[in-house]
C-alpha cells in the first residue's frame, strides 16, 4: 500500500521568506558572538591570571563563582538575567530619572552579557591550561633580564599563552556562535527570530528553523575554516608580544 | 662587591643551605665546585632571587638587603645588576636571537629600540651568530641556544654575570665552543660566579674556587691554591675523583 500523502508541504516561498528574513538579522548574530567572545575572552584571561598566581580570596571566590557557572544551563542563565532585569529596570530608569521607556532599550546587550558569562568557564579555562604549560624558566628568564611581573606577562607569557590556547579559543567561538541563538526566546531580533519571523503568518514553523539551521551552518562552516587557518597561523616562534 | 652573608635556604625539611657566606671582588670569576645537591645552585639562585632564601644578607655595590625580607624594587634593582646564564639556556620561545637579547635593554633597561637592536647585534656577533639574528630558539642547537643566553646576559651589562652549570645540558661536542665563549666573556674582565662541573674549564677560567658540600662551604680560597694543595681532605678527595692525570680503561 503505497501512500502519496506527504506529512509536511515545504513552501519554498516562505523558506525564501525566511531565509532573507534571517540573514538580514545576521548582524545582531554576529555582534552577540563577537562582543560576547570579546567580554569572555578578556574576563577569561583575567580570571586565568588570578587563579594562575592564585591570589588570595579571589581565587578561591572565581573557583566557586567559575563552578556555579559551568554547572548553570544556558537557557537558565538566560531567563534569570532577563527576569532579574525586567523587574529592576523600572527603578533604575526611576533612580537615575533616566526620560527612557524599558521598550525604548536593546536587549542585545543582556543577550551579549548571557553569552559572555556562559563561556567564560572555557575560556579561562583554556588561557589557565595554556599557562600552566608553560615552562617555569621563561618566568625565570624574565625575571632575571629585570622584567617585572606585568612586563613579563606582556612580552614573553601572554604571546605564549594565545597561541597555545588558539584551538580552544575557536571551539569555543562557534560554540558561543550557535549558542547565540537562544536569545531570541527573551525577545532579542537576530537570525533565529528573523528567520521565524515571516513563519507566524503562515502558521508554519519549519520553514523558519530550516532556514535558520541553514545560516547557522553556513557560517559554523566557515568559522571552522576561519580557527584552522589561526590556529596554523598563530604560531609561539611569531607571537612577538608588545614591546 | 658582592657579598653573602649567612645564607640559609630550606626546601621543606630539605636544609639545603646551612650557613653559607661569599665573598666576590670585582673583576674575579669565582668558580663554585661541589657535589650534586651541595647548594651551588641554590646558592646561585638566591643571589638574584630567584629563589627566596630564609635568612641571609646581600650586599652588591655597597648595597645591603636582607634576602628574606626584601622589598620588591631592592629585587628589581639587584636583578638589574646582575644577568644570569641557564643551565636549560632560557631563552623566550617567542622571540628570535636578536629579539631574546634585545627584550631585557628595551623593556627592563628603557633602552630606544633602534639602539637595543643595535646592542644586540653587537652582543650575537660577538659570540659568533651573526647569521642567527632571525633564527628562533627552536631553529638553533643547544650550543647556539646558550650562546645567545650569554650573548644576553652580556649585553645588559651587567655587575655581575652568574651561570648556572651553563655547559651541562649540552652536547659534548657543543660543550667547546660554549666554553670558549665563556672564556672570552671571562678575559673582558667582567665579574662572574660560575657554577659548573668542568674542572679543566673551571682550571682555566676560575680566580677564586668555592668547594661546596652539604650546605657550608667547605673550603674557599686562590685557584692555584684550591687545585694544587687543597687544605680540606673532602677537598682533596672530590678533586682527585674528577681531574684524573689521565684517563685509563
Not at chain 1, 85 to 92: A, C, H, L, T
Request: with cysteine; glycine share 6%.
Amino acid at each position: 500500500m503505497a501512500s502519496t500523502e506527504v506529512g509536511y508541504e515545504i513552501n519554498w516561498n516562505l523558506l525564501k521568506l525566511a531565509l532573507q528574513s534571517g540573514l538580514r538579522n545576521l548582524p545582531a548574530t554576529i555582534e552577540l558572538t563577537v562582543f560576547g567572545m570579546a567580554i569572555s575572552l578578556t574576563l577569561g584571561l583575567l580570571v586565568a591570571l588570578v587563579r594562575y598566581y592564585r591570589l588570595p580570596v579571589l581565587s578561591q571566590f572565581l573557583t566557586v563563582l567559575l563552578t556555579l557557572l559551568k554547572g548553570t544551563p544556558a537557557m537558565l542563565m538566560l531567563m534569570m538575567v532577563s527576569l532579574i532585569y525586567s523587574s529592576n529596570i523600572m527603578k533604575i530608569i526611576q533612580y537615575f530619572n533616566l526620560n527612557i521607556k524599558p521598550a525604548d532599550i536593546n536587549m542585545i546587550f543582556l543577550g551579549i552579557l548571557v553569552l559572555s558569562l556562559f563561556t567564560m568557564p572555557g575560556t579561562s579555562e583554556a588561557f589557565r591550561g595554556a599557562l600552566l604549560s608553560i615552562d617555569k624558566i621563561q618566568f625565570e628568564a624574565g625575571y632575571a633580564v629585570g622584567l617585572t611581573t606585568g612586563q613579563l606577562l606582556r612580552t614573553v607569557i601572554i604571546p605564549q599563552v594565545i597561541p597555545t590556547a588558539m584551538p580552544m579559543l575557536m571551539n569555543l567561538l562557534v560554540a558561543a556562535f550557535k549558542a547565540s541563538a537562544l536569545v531570541y526566546t527573551i525577545g532579542i531580533v537576530e537570525v533565529m527570530y528573523g528567520s521565524l519571523e515571516p513563519c507566524a503568518q503562515y502558521y508554519q514553523y519549519l520553514e523558519g528553523y530550516i532556514a535558520a539551521a541553514a545560516i547557522f551552518w553556513a557560517l559554523s562552516i566557515l568559522m571552522t575554516c576561519f580557527g584552522n587557518w589561526v590556529t596554523h597561523t598563530v604560531r609561539i616562534e611569531k607571537s612577538e608580544g608588545s614591546v | 662587591m658582592l657579598e653573602l652573608e649567612h645564607v640559609k635556604k630550606s626546601f621543606g625539611r630539605l636544609e639545603v643551605l646551612k650557613d653559607v657566606s661569599l665573598s666576590v671582588q670585582t673583576g674575579e670569576v669565582v668558580v663554585i665546585l661541589g657535589p650534586s645537591g651541595s647548594g651551588k645552585t641554590t646558592l646561585l639562585r638566591c643571589i638574584n632571587f630567584l629563589e627566596k632564601a630564609d635568612a641571609g644578607k646581600l650586599t652588591i655595590s655597597d648595597h645591603t638587603i636582607n634576602l628574606y625580607h626584601a622589598k620588591r624594587n631592592e629585587i628589581l634593582n639587584v636583578r638589574k645588576k646582575t644577568a644570569f646564564v641557564f643551565q636549560n639556556y632560557g631563552l623566550f620561545r617567542n622571540k628570535t636571537a636578536l629579539g631574546n637579547v634585545a627584550l631585557g635593554l628595551m623593556v627592563s633597561r628603557k633602552i630606544p629600540k633602534a639602539e637595543a637592536l643595535q646592542k644586540a647585534r653587537e652582543a650575537l656577533d660577538w659570540v659568533g651568530l651573526s647569521d642567527k639574528y632571525d633564527s628562533y630558539p627552536s631553529q638553533l642547537s643547544g650550543g647556539q641556544q646558550q650562546r645567545v643566553g650569554i650573548a644576553r646576559a652580556v649585553a645588559l651589562n651587567p655587575e655581575v654575570i652568574l651561570f648556572d652549570e651553563p655547559t651541562s645540558a649540552l652536547d659534548p661536542e657543543l660543550v667547546g665552543e660554549t666554553l670558549e665563549v665563556i672564556k672570552r666573556v671571562a678575559k673582558t674582565g667582567i665579574t662572574m660566579v660560575v657554577v659548573t662541573h668542568e674542572m679543566q674549564f673551571a682550571k682555566e677560567v676560575a680566580s677564586h674556587v668555592v668547594f661546596m658540600e652539604d650546605g657550608y662551604v667547605v673550603e674557599e680560597g686562590s685557584a692555584e691554591d684550591v687545585f694544587s694543595r687543597p687544605k680540606e681532605e673532602r677537598t682533596r678527595q672530590f678533586l682527585s675523583r674528577i681531574i684524573q692525570p689521565e684517563y685509563s680503561i
